[in-house]
């Protein structure tokens, strides 16, 4: 039974670092970037992407967009990625997107048993780069007219998992968290088919409560696994088993299970920027404790009109 539980972990490993499809590079010269910095210097430097909303305003929620690709691929200029990013900045919110190092790029291949630690490895890599870009946006916050207090991670597919993992590792206080400053707490987090890597079992939130999330997921997602793939206490525990956890602690939450979908729901960020406008606005800047559970079971579904004056009912 072991083995064939270890099978099935190596079997996803394998099928999530070759298989998941990078969104296709801008070939026009639409959705630019206000600007770009070069926030953190590793083995070269990286780049964060800043969108800025047209007023004057001194302060504005700051949006942390992480593009997916697999822990392979640069997703930064990609039109989905500069699509949502624009499209957010329109919307009143400064969003910075973040370059971050791909610790699967060079991967070469082998043994199955080779690729556990390079996909742990870029899953930290990447968390220890978005701290870096928190760092750095915290310091430039009048610069850039953001509020410190409001800065939410979005992310979809790889960028998903670095989001949930980001605020795991924070709110555990774990190590890598260590460089953000002790009174720092995400103000929220959106991930578009993530998961959380755990090698303590089922995910705790054991220091501090974890920010509101807003959760997208397909049922049938064979990338990022809906559910949860385990071997002992270590394993991916995708958004149905975190859910369980939000609600047993009563962790504001938003949760949309995609019946029947596949990996495509990491795609949607702009076909949902709705929803995740309305889940910033109220579990972020009205700061409500909402917990909102509800499956979609086809793609007729329609952002429900009572979504401003927010009857959570509308949504089932």
């Not at 946006?137 to 953001?146: A, F, H, P, T």
């Not at 992310?155 to 998992?161: F, L």
């Not at 956890?245 to 709705?274: C, G, Q, T």
Request: net charge negative; with cysteine.
């Amino acid at each position: 039974m072991k083995r064939i539980i270890l099978a099935t972990i190596l079997l996803y490993l394998m099928i999530f670092c070759n298989a998941q499809t990078s969104q296709p590079k801008d070939s026009t010269e639409q959705f630019q970037p206000d600007f770009k910095v070069e926030y953190v210097q590793r083995d070269s430097a990286l780049q964060m992407h800043f969108y800025m909303p047209d007023d004057t305003l001194s302060k504005h929620p700051c949006i942390v967009y992480i593009y997916g690709g697999g822990f392979k691929d640069n997703n930064l200029n990609s039109t989905l990625s500069r699509q949502y990013c624009e499209m957010m900045s329109d919307r009143g919110y400064v969003v910075a997107a973040i370059d971050y190092r791909l610790g699967l790029a060079n991967h070469k291949g082998g043994g199955v048993l080779s690729l556990i630690k390079p996909l742990k490895r870029s899953i930290d890599m990447a968390v220890e780069d978005c701290y870096a870009a928190v760092n750095y946006l915290l310091d430039k916050s009048d610069e850039y007219r953001i509020d410190p207090t409001q800065i939410i991670l979005v992310g979809s597919s790889a960028g998903a998992i670095t989001s949930l993992q980001a605020d795991y590792e924070l709110s555990n206080r774990s190590e890598i968290a260590s460089v953000l400053p002790p009174y720092f707490r995400f103000a929220g987090v959106v991930s578009f088919a993530g998961a959380i890597f755990s090698v303590n079992g089922t995910p705790k939130y054991s220091v501090n409560p974890p920010a509101p999330t807003m959760m997208l997921h397909g049922t049938a997602d064979e990338l990022v696994p809906y559910g949860k793939i385990r071997l002992f206490r270590k394993g991916m525990f995708g958004s149905s088993e975190l859910i369980k956890v939000f609600k047993e602690k009563n962790y504001p939450y938003f949760m949309l299970h995609y019946a029947n979908r596949v990996h495509d729901v990491a795609s949607y960020i702009v076909r949902d920027i709705d929803i995740t406008d309305w889940f910033i606005k109220e579990y972020v800047l009205n700061d409500r404790a909402l917990f909102i559970e509800t499956t979609l079971k086809d793609d007729s579904y329609e952002i429900p009109d009572g979504y401003d004056g927010l009857d959570p009912d509308a949504l089932y």
